[in-house]
């Protein structure tokens, strides 16, 4: 069965054409995406780091763009090395799921949930980068022996340029 499922989609292919094209034919033919640019991504990786160091702690931060991919990533000079893996998993799964990563710790319980998805994580630190309605990224931070710590420090990010992105936004 494998080995006609290609054959299978080429022969169905020209069916489906007519119904997708008139189904978006009100459609623009390009979306227009918002993104961070480089710099406010790395004033909140900055930010973080910053906050973090106040609490005494040094950690890795990452910044995931609307897609997933990473965008920013810094490790403050003693982060253990595991720190860089978790916090972009946090960014990640924040900008999945457009909701705090913390938020998520009781929602999946059965042995075969979303967690189980490689580079998603459940665990504090996570939290979806949002502005005027729109989902930009993700910010994670790994590191802090807490993840309530961990989470303070992303939102220090994201505090960072709050009031900036909400003026563009608006």
Do not use: W
Not at 121 to 135: D, F, K, Q, V
């Amino acid at each position: 069965m494998t080995r006609l499922l290609p054959q299978l989609c080429v022969l169905l292919a020209p069916m489906l054409t007519p119904t997708l094209a008139s189904a978006g034919e009100d459609l623009p033919m390009m979306v227009n995406i918002k993104r961070l640019s480089l710099e406010s991504a790395l004033t909140m990786a900055q930010a973080a780091i910053a906050q973090c160091r106040k609490e005494g702690v040094q950690i890795a931060v990452t910044i995931v763009d609307r897609g997933g991919h990473p965008q920013v990533i810094l490790r403050d000079v003693l982060a253990m090395d595991l720190t860089l893996t978790v916090s972009r998993q946090k960014a990640y799964t924040a900008m999945s799921f457009n909701t705090a990563t913390g938020e998520l710790e009781n929602r999946f319980t059965t042995p075969y949930s979303v967690p189980k998805v490689e580079g998603v994580i459940i665990a504090r630190g996570g939290l979806p980068i949002n502005a005027g309605g729109t989902i930009l990224g993700g910010i994670g931070v790994s590191g802090a022996p807490s993840g309530e710590t961990d989470e303070k420090c992303a939102r220090a990010g994201i505090d960072a340029i709050k009031d900036d992105l909400e003026m563009e936004s608006g």
